[in-house]
């Protein structure tokens, strides 16, 4: 997001671009003011039709804190399908999946990554 906004002040699309030089490009104060905010969600997967939901927000840029319990104690072979077809959503969008416990799963979108230590 931010490399974009950079990328459209430099074409000269936004107001406040002063050009001192073939080289440089000055960047007013406003430019850097943005509020930017991440929703996080807590959702639950109780049938594999709750999957593309959870695929829509994750594609929207939201981080998922996933709850899989119902679905696991319900039918196994369903979570285990679900869980792969999110697992390519992520990879798909260059995000990251990550178990926690037994009864949660965590999705981010391409510009979160999980720490798992070291």
């Known amino acids: 997001m931010f490399i974009e906004r950079l990328k459209e002040k430099v074409k000269g699309k936004k107001v406040g671009i002063t ?63 679900a869980v792969e077809k999110l697992k390519r959503t992520c990879l798909a969008i260059e995000g990251d999946i990550v178990g926690v416990d037994e009864d949660f799963i965590i999705l981010t979108p391409h510009f979160a990554k999980i720490f798992r230590g070291k």
């Open 19 to 81: 050009k001192k030089a073939e080289e440089f490009v000055e960047l007013d104060e406003s430019f850097f003011r943005t509020e930017q905010t991440v929703d996080v969600r807590i959702e639950e997967l109780k049938d594999y039709s709750d999957v593309s939901r959870i695929q829509q927000f994750l594609r929207e840029g939201n981080i998922i804190f996933l709850r899989i319990k119902d679905l696991k104690e319900k039918d196994l072979a369903e979570l285990k399908k």
